[in-house]
């Protein structure tokens, strides 16, 4: 026993444990090691290549420039272009409108099944979630053969004698918007429903109690108390429907009214070639998403006033 | 029962409510009929009814079958928001995201009842009223249990809704602040004269706290009476056993003159003795009935010799001591008697020193023991009560009366 003692004292580990420095980067290496490796790195390298010369499917590391960013402004003679301006803009605007309309249709969702029995809310949120055991392509696949022309709404409709001609609703941002909201639905009733469920019901009661009618009690009371879930449900289906590609490739196809950012940095890397353009397309984006959120973080805190637990 | 006998104003009037959940019968055909400004305790076990009875007052609920009258006008249909009435809920419900002043304040704004002036000073009236007045700008989680609570009785009061509904409100109250907030609760209820109804489960706070009671069980109304009617001249074994402690043992009626009965108690097995009760309509010689007595009514000496005892009128029996309980006040003794039953005896702690007084009460025939007189078990003693305070119940558990 002794002489074990006297090992460790003399031991790498004890060496390690009378620095507290040493034990706690020791401890925080692995954790660095995977977040310099998988996030760090890889963020270097497209920062590095927006700023290189276009070389067809590589990289020229030879030649360093701005153009490409100058680019995302200009067209080939040097002008003013909002070509990109506005895919940018289209697809903000697609996130907002995604965002909002999940949040309308999310929050009676999240709360009609809050206000369930135990045994009816596990059964109902597994369906919320089943979606997500089948692969986001294709589902997407799925609501083509939905929505085409020769589609199941338009046979049903047809057939139905609702309609006489069928409905032409591919490629139109209308479906686009339909796709990402009920692709991205789930992102929102999740964190919403987590948030109601915690929330104290009888606060209701107290509210109409003291005379508040529907509406101002859920002003007051409800929505107060689960902006946190709103808050996480918002930012859970922005970031990433303002990046998405699959959801108006398939169903928009590219045509010019349903264009996302993600498509264009997509045909910069996979058909153009054009890598460094799509990187630099890439960080512009990551930096308007940042801003977005920075932005919306002020706009919450605002209306909540430290309504947060 | 109904507002004629009293000649006061019915705040509330419950006439034949119900309340069914699915199949079962959670109130079960109550009337009731509150006076304006009382003080009004449901008092019963948990699953009587009192809270659904309540919350169909405050709008939470409505009643299967009924009518409810708050201030003389129907309510059936008009929601919570749109009634007079406040509540103080048993978990205090306070809105966790506002502080003291917008809790209070939220009442007033959400019925527009005043200007944003008027509603400052009127939430600073009611946060003084609660001793609370300093408190304004805390948020309800930095506050103690008891000041929740106090906000919680501002919140409700500075509306000045015609009936106040209290919910348990101190049930999760520790037991001396509990004592303090029942005093502050009537003191309060006094000060601002609005009616109070009050559901607890707890006897003492309806006894000490209430202008009357009403009884509850399995959703029906048992005794609606003053504090002391309900304790002294209880309606059924229910409420006897209910609020305080009673005593029970079977007897059978074998004599009456005009103002009085016998009962015979025990078996012949193991000695019986016989009771006085006071005799009213209804009772019949032979009739089986239930004897009802409080611990605290019953007094106790020590058999000394032959133990010839003059008759004072009392009713009387010997008794052998099974257990002694010290309760700090009063020392409750467990007494076998004749006929296999068992009485439980309260006597007050007088404070009359040991070890002197067992040498005292021997050489006094006849004195009433205190609690503190150092009776020990298996002591023979007598038991003797006035038969003033000897209920009888009927097979029914229903006490006989006119």
């Given at each position: 026993m002794k002489q074990l003692d006297i090992k460790e004292n003399r031991g790498l580990a004890a060496w390690v444990r009378r620095r507290p420095g040493v034990q706690a980067a020791g401890l925080l290496l692995p954790g660095l090691?995977?977040?310099?490796?998988?996030?760090?790195?890889?963020?270097?390298?497209?920062?590095?290549?927006?700023?290189?010369?276009?070389?067809?499917?590589?990289?020229?590391?030879?030649?360093?420039?701005?153009?490409?960013?100058?680019?995302?402004?200009?067209?080939?003679?040097?002008?003013?272009?909002?070509?990109?301006?506005?895919?940018?803009?289209?697809?903000?605007?697609?996130?907002?409108?995604?965002?909002?309309?999940?949040?309308?249709?999310?929050?009676?969702?999240?709360?009609?099944i809050a206000r369930r029995g135990e045994k009816w809310r596990a059964a109902l949120i597994l369906l919320i979630m089943?979606?997500?055991?089948?692969?986001?392509?294709?589902?997407?696949?799925?609501?083509?053969?939905?929505?085409?022309?020769?589609?199941?709404?338009?046979?049903?409709?047809?057939?139905?004698?609702?309609?006489?001609?069928?409905?032409?609703m591919m490629f139109t941002p209308g479906l686009v918007l339909f796709g990402l909201v009920y692709g991205y639905?789930?992102?929102?009733?999740?964190?919403?429903?987590?948030?109601?469920?915690?929330?104290?019901?009888?606060?209701?009661?107290?509210?109409?109690?003291?005379?508040?009618?529907?509406?101002?009690?859920?002003?007051?009371?409800?929505?107060?108390?689960?902006?946190?879930?709103?808050?996480?449900?918002?930012?859970?289906?922005?970031?990433?429907?303002?990046?998405?590609?699959v959801t108006s490739d398939l169903l928009g196809a590219q045509s010019s009214g349903t264009l996302m950012v993600g498509n264009t940095i997509e045909n910069q890397f996979l058909k153009s070639q054009n890598w460094p353009l799509g990187s630099a397309m890439s960080l512009v984006l990551m930096a308007v998403v940042l801003l977005a959120i920075i932005i919306y973080f002020r706009v919450a805190r605002g209306d909540k006033k430290g309504a947060a637990l | 029962m109904n507002k004629s006998t009293e000649g006061a104003v019915s705040s509330v009037e419950l006439v034949g409510i119900s309340k069914k959940f699915g199949d079962s019968l959670a109130v079960d055909n109550i009337s009731l009929s509150i006076r304006e400004g009382e003080f009004f305790s449901l008092l019963g076990p948990s699953g009587c009814g009192k809270t659904t009875t309540l919350r169909m007052i405050a709008g939470f609920e409505q009643p299967t079958s009924g009518q409810l009258y708050i201030a003389g006008q129907p309510v059936a249909g008009v929601p919570a928001f749109r009634r007079n009435v406040n509540t103080v809920f048993q978990n205090y419900a306070l809105f966790p995201h506002m502080d003291v002043t917008d809790n209070v304040a939220f009442g007033l704004e959400a019925?527009?009842?005043?200007?944003?002036?008027?509603?400052?000073?009127?939430?600073?009236?009611?946060?003084?009223?609660?001793?609370?007045?300093?408190?304004?700008?805390?948020?309800?989680?930095?506050?103690?249990?008891?000041?929740?609570?106090?906000?919680?009785?501002?919140?409700?009061?500075?509306?000045?809704?015609?009936?106040?509904?209290?919910?348990?409100?101190?049930?999760?109250?520790?037991?001396?602040?509990?004592?303090?907030?029942?005093?502050?609760?009537?003191?309060?209820?006094?000060?601002?004269?609005?009616?109070?109804?009050?559901?607890?489960?707890?006897?003492?706070?309806?006894?000490?706290?209430?202008?009357?009671?009403?009884?509850?069980?399995?959703?029906?109304?048992?005794?609606?009476?003053?504090?002391?009617?309900?304790?002294?001249?209880?309606?059924?074994?229910?409420?006897?056993?209910?609020?305080?402690?009673s005593n029970f043992f079977a007897g059978r009626i074998t004599g009456m003159d005009s103002d009085s009965v016998t009962v015979a108690v025990g078996g012949s097995d193991g000695g019986s003795f016989a009771v006085q009760a006071p005799r009213t309509n209804g009772m019949q010689a032979g009739q089986e009935v239930t004897v009802a007595v409080r611990p605290e009514k019953i007094g106790l000496r020590r058999v000394v010799g032959s133990d010839a005892i003059h008759s004072n009128g009392l009713n009387r029996t010997p008794g052998r001591i099974q257990r002694v309980i010290y309760m700090g006040t009063s020392t409750q003794y467990v007494v076998d008697i004749p006929g296999g039953s068992t009485l439980t005896v309260e006597r007050q702690n007088s404070g009359i020193a040991e070890p002197n007084l067992p040498r005292f009460a021997r050489n006094t025939q006849g004195i009433d023991l205190p609690g503190d007189s150092g009776l020990v078990e298996h002591e023979e003693v007598v038991l003797e009560w006035s038969p003033a305070v000897t209920l009888l119940l009927d097979k029914l558990r229903c006490r006989l009366r006119q």
């Open positions: 090691i995977a977040f310099g490796l998988f996030f760090v790195i890889p963020l270097l390298i497209v920062v590095g290549v927006s700023f290189t010369a276009k070389k067809a499917g590589t990289v020229d590391w030879t030649h360093w420039t701005l153009n490409n960013y100058v680019s995302l402004v200009t067209n080939f003679a040097g002008d003013f272009d909002p070509l990109y301006l506005n895919i940018f803009l289209r697809s903000l605007w697609f996130a907002l409108l995604t965002t909002v309309i999940c949040l309308l249709v999310g929050y009676p969702l999240a709360y009609f089943i979606p997500f055991w089948t692969n986001f392509l294709v589902r997407t696949y799925a609501l083509q053969l939905i929505f085409r022309k020769e589609g199941l709404l338009n046979s049903l409709l047809l057939d139905g004698h609702i309609i006489k001609q069928p409905l032409d639905l789930p992102f929102m009733v999740l964190p919403l429903y987590a948030s109601i469920e915690k929330f104290d019901f009888s606060l209701l009661e107290a509210a109409q109690d003291l005379g508040a009618g529907t509406f101002r009690t859920l002003r007051k009371v409800l929505l107060p108390l689960t902006m946190p879930g709103v808050v996480a449900g918002s930012i859970l289906v922005f970031i990433p429907v303002v990046g998405s590609y | 019925t527009h009842a005043a200007s944003k002036t008027e509603i400052a000073s009127r939430v600073q009236d009611a946060l003084d009223l609660v001793r609370l007045g300093n408190y304004g700008k805390r948020r309800p989680r930095q506050l103690s249990g008891g000041q929740q609570q106090r906000v919680a009785l501002a919140r409700a009061l500075v509306n000045r809704p015609a009936v106040l509904l209290l919910d348990e409100p101190l049930g999760a109250l520790d037991q001396k602040l509990r004592k303090e907030m029942q005093i502050e609760l009537k003191h309060l209820q006094s000060q601002v004269g609005i009616t109070f109804i009050f559901v607890t489960h707890d006897q003492e706070e309806a006894l000490t706290m209430s202008d009357r009671i009403a009884v509850m069980s399995n959703g029906k109304v048992l005794q609606v009476d003053s504090p002391a009617t309900i304790y002294e001249r209880p309606n059924c074994k229910f409420v006897a056993d209910f609020i305080g402690q």
